[in-house]
């Protein structure tokens, strides 16, 4: 049974996991916008006025809590608090947020990364493999591993390159349905991951979609 | 097991007819056994969709009790394994269904011997509508990609969620409890089923979360017809993704259907669309629905649409 919505808290409402990446906080916020925003079509005329106002406040606070690692902090301590989530959640975040200190000087470390990845894919050439996985009609999180493999790319530098949690990624690899995100999450992750992997985007969401719901 | 589908969405013009006819032929070619029921009463044409005239019996005669049983008006098309329950010859006053008729159709309705029983529902709310789709054991819901379409779909289901709401609650006798405190509800007006959710749970009884699982337990999935490149691939899921938050679940979305000006010149010709372009977007869009229903694998060619 869902909470009613004013009861959901900001990790509820965005959807992701209490120790879920500042790029993923980026994408929620982005995607949840879309849906409640002014202008969209998905919930139009389902609002009220002053419901809708309501509505974007408790985002647009969510997004400057959660994207504010002070605050941030603080909303988790009062979360533990009142019993949302378990204490050793927190320390897992922790362990999460352990990965990202290994590029301390972002910019410089994203940019090297990424051509790094670059590189190993000039070397080993997708060319093959990748078409052979993007012509199959359902693609599986182990196709995806099977290739990010065999070029020789670490699970990590596709995290960097892409700011999608571990995870997440790990989720995405195994198949594991019920900790995937949200399908309109999953999409523009997967976009990412193709990109990072410099394969054809459309086709890989397709396939791995497909495969998804196959199952 | 028996499978129903209900066919609705508040709008007229979204296509539920044409849906309703092309999923009854896929499954059909399946080789599921099929009967599509006419229930827009007063305005049914499923007949035309199918290339068929005015068919000679239907419902009327189950209605008038010319007939005991309702698997006898459904008449054969020219689809094997397809069936058609037509409301064509009903009197032009059949709109407005007695409710011991109405209950004698839809019990008979539960208790046809088919596979996959389609239920074409009319546009608006009223109520014979609205018990006809809560028959089904899975409701869709049709809608285009515009917002006057989108805005008639949420009063739709609202709509529906309160029906069944109300008919429970009358069921359990509780219905003058929630009365009262509808009536000081704003000027007694109930905007959303919410609204009496939040009653029942509000005043502690027991029943209240009995009838929170009771609309949990409706499954409705959306369909998005005549979709064209405007607007965002994710409008489905967005919605869906709504109602889950807001409605309690659960939803699911089926698909886009791509918009195809032939569908309508089809229609005109009173063509089978579906006989006559097969080896369109729009038909590979039904098809993978079609399988979606009965769980069959999806279809691997993918054909590009039709800019």
């Excluded at chain 2, 080789?31 to 199918?50: F, I, P, R, Y």
């Excluded at chain 2, 109520?127 to 006057?148: K, Q, Y």
């Excluded at chain 2, 509800?185 to 959710?197: C, E, T, Y």
Aim: charged share 25%.
């Amino acid at each position: 049974m869902i909470k009613k919505f004013n009861d959901l808290n900001y990790y509820e409402l965005f959807k992701i996991q209490y120790n879920a990446s500042s790029f993923e906080v980026r994408q929620a916020y982005k995607n949840i916008l879309a849906i409640y925003e002014e202008s969209s079509l998905a919930t139009y005329a389902l609002f009220a006025e002053d419901e809708r106002k309501a509505i974007l406040g408790k985002i647009e606070k969510a997004f400057s809590t959660l994207i504010d690692d002070e605050k941030r902090n603080a909303y988790d301590k009062s979360l533990v608090d009142i019993g949302e989530i378990p204490k050793n959640l927190l320390t897992a975040k922790e362990r999460q947020k352990a990965i990202p200190l290994i590029q301390v000087n972002t910019a410089m470390t994203k940019d090297n990364n990424l051509a790094r990845i670059r590189k190993k894919i000039k070397e080993q050439g997708t060319g093959k493999l990748a078409s052979v996985m993007l012509n199959r009609d359902f693609i599986s999180g182990q196709d995806l591993k099977n290739l990010r493999e065999s070029l020789g790319i670490e699970l990590e530098e596709v995290f960097e390159a892409t700011k999608i949690s571990p995870t997440a990624l790990e989720a995405i690899e195994r198949d594991d349905l019920t900790n995937l995100p949200p399908k309109i999450y999953l999409k523009s992750f997967l976009k990412s991951y193709a990109e990072v992997l410099q394969l054809d985007a459309k086709q890989l969401v397709e396939g791995y979609v497909k495969n998804m719901e196959k199952s | 097991m028996k499978r129903i589908y209900s066919i609705g969405g508040g709008k007229g013009g979204s296509g539920k007819s044409f849906i309703a006819a092309s999923l009854g032929i896929l499954l059909a070619k399946q080789g599921k056994k099929v009967v599509l029921v006419d229930l827009d009463l007063g305005a049914s044409n499923l007949h035309t969709l199918l290339g068929q005239r005015i068919p000679q019996r239907g419902l009327d005669a189950f209605i008038d009790k010319t007939t005991n049983s309702l698997e006898d008006v459904a008449l054969s098309t020219t689809i094997p394994n397809l069936y058609l329950i037509s409301s064509t010859k009903c009197s032009l006053e059949i709109a407005n269904l007695f409710y011991a008729q109405k209950l004698k159709v839809i019990n008979a309705i539960q208790n046809l011997p088919f596979a996959y029983v389609l239920l074409d529902l009319g546009p608006g709310i009223n109520f014979n509508t609205l018990d006809f789709f809560l028959i089904a054991t899975e409701g869709l819901f049709v809608a285009t990609p515009e917002p006057t379409a989108i805005e008639n779909t949420f009063v739709f289901i609202k709509s529906i969620y309160l029906r069944k709401l109300k008919l429970a609650l009358k069921e359990a006798n509780m219905w003058h409890i929630c009365q009262e405190e509808v009536a000081q509800l704003s000027k007694g007006a109930l905007k959303s089923p919410l609204d009496l959710i939040n009653i029942l749970v509000g005043r502690n009884l027991e029943n209240g979360t009995v009838f929170k699982d009771l609309l949990s337990g409706l499954k409705f999935s959306l369909i998005l017809n005549k979709f064209r490149g405007q607007v965002t691939e994710d409008l489905g899921e967005q919605l869906v993704e709504v109602c889950n938050r807001h409605l309690y679940p659960s939803f699911d979305f089926l698909g886009n259907i791509s918009y195809d000006s032939r569908v309508y010149e089809s229609i005109l010709a009173r063509n089978i669309f579906i006989r006559k372009y097969p080896y369109t977007k729009t038909v590979s869009d039904l098809q993978n629905m079609a399988r979606r229903l009965t769980g069959e694998k999806q279809q691997p060619i993918q054909i590009k649409a039709l800019k």
